[in-house]
Every structure is written in structure tokens, then in C-alpha cells.
């Protein structure tokens, strides 16, 4: 199993990479995690079939999640209209998706397209694996989402002030992968306060917390992390910094179109 990831920027895009998304990777299906603007092409460029394509999650609906959604789902549906695929993220989603269907492709929602809205701590099961949302801090309403795969589970929190969240993110025991976002430097912790993001401070403090086996960061600002060549794809190795600051423990910073072997 494998973890891709289409982008790792916040906010947004770099010359040569993409606002932060996701693919999971198992044995016969692809979850996407947010969708920043290109994704259809990213996933293809990462040799990633789209027709495998299951679930797709969306944190929040701010644009640098969502930008490519449209456009992906445009693909999905028209190319393959039997290809059954679960939409899930906050409320907001639904509208989102009708305005498309409604005044751009001139369809109703195909049979084969399921959204649902979900409300944190909902827990859903599929073929594969379950999933559970969480309550995450940011300035909208956010979705961090737990997968419980049989051999391993996973726990996307982001966008999300992790120093806020400490109480929600505790109940969740014996987390493999933890993925979170890592928006500033320690110094900025102001700016994580009024924008609902992290920093490496707080990173720390959730590691001596919950002591997931593994840390994997996305979601940074284009200054801190300078991708001055096209992305090729490679396995990320760990490291013991987050935007230039020392760590404790091992911890994977994401790069544009590389990934992570989680099993
Ligand atoms: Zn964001």
C-alpha cells in the first residue's frame, strides 16, 4: 500500500507543484483525500489508472481542496459511466457538485455517483477498509478522516490548528499514519491561531501525545518548501526536520508526485 501525493503546497500552487491532495494506493482500489486543481493529470502522471478510483474525500471546501474536483469528476463520469464512485466531505459538497450537473453538463446525478455529506465522529464501513471523520479546528467546517485498512490505518488531519484539536485527535488509539499539515514555522504561532493551521511546534507536542508509528507532513507554504525542478516520482525517506526545524523523531515531508510505502 502506498500513499501518492498529488501536491503539498497550501494556499497554493508553485511552478512546479500543486495545492495539497492525496491517493491512497491498496491491492485494487485508489482513495483520493482533496483535490487540488490538475489532480486528474497528476494521478495519471504518477502512473495511477483514474478508472480505479473508489472514494474520494474532501476535507473542506476551500479551494486549493477542491479545484480539481470538477474537472476529475467530469472525466470519471463521461468516460466510464458505469465506474461507481462515493463523493464524501462536508456539507456544501452536494451544491457544489448539482450546480455542475445541473447548468454544465445538463445531466441529473448518475446512479453511479454517491455523495454524502458527513458529520464528524460518523463512521462509515466500505468493501476494504471503514472510515471515521473527525472534528478538526480550521475557519470552516473541516473533516480530518481515520481509514481503518484490516493490515494498517491512517488518519488525514488537515487542514487544522493541531493544538486546538489535541482532545478530538486523543481518542483515536493506535494510529499508524498520521498525516497532518504543517501551514507555518513555530515562530508564526499567531498565524496559526487566526487561520486554523500548524505548525512544527505543535507537530511535536501531538507526537509526545499520541505517538503515532509514523508522521507524514503536507501542506506547506510555497516559501518553505522550494521545488525548483519538475517533480519526478520516488519514495519519500524519513528525515528529523519540518521547514528547517530540528525534531525528535522521524517524520516524512511530502514532495509533489512522490510517495510513501506504508506496507
Ligand atoms: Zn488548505
Known sequence: MKIHFTGTHAGYASKFGQTTGFVIE??????????????????????LSLS?????????????HIAGLISLLSTLLTN???????????????????FYL?????????????IIELNPLQRLDFEHFSLQTVNLKHVVTCLGYFFDFKSTNILFALDTNLNVNKEELQQLKN?????????????Q????ESSGHSCPK?????????????IIVSHIRREY?????????????????????????DVYVAEPLAFCQIK
Open 26 to 47: 491498496s491491492d485494487n482500489e485508489l482513495i483520493v483525500v482533496d483535490v487540488p486543481e490538475n489532480t486528474q493529470q497528476l494521478i495519471q502522471q504518477m502512473n
Open 52 to 64: 480505479k478510483i473508489t472514494v474520494i474525500c474532501i476535507t473542506h471546501m476551500h479551494l486549493d
Open 80 to 98: 466510464n459511466s458505469s465506474q461507481k464512485i462515493s463523493l464524501l466531505g462536508p456539507a456544501g459538497l452536494q451544491a457544489y457538485v448539482d
Open 102 to 114: 445541473k447548468f454544465i453538463l445538463l445531466v441529473p446525478q448518475p446512479a453511479s455517483l454517491q
Open 175 to 187: 494510529v499508524q499514519w498520521f498525516v497532518t499539515e504543517c501551514t507555518f514555522k513555530s515562530e
Open 189 to 192: 504561532i499567531n498565524k496559526c
Open 202 to 214: 505543535f507537530i511535536s507536542e501531538i507526537q509526545e501525545m499520541m505517538k503515532p508509528a509514523q
Open 225 to 249: 518548501q522550494q521545488i525548483n525542478s519538475a517533480p519526478k516520482i520516488k519514495e519519500i525517506k524519513a528525515t528529523r526536520s519540518i521547514l528547517g526545524e530540528e525534531m525528535e523523531f
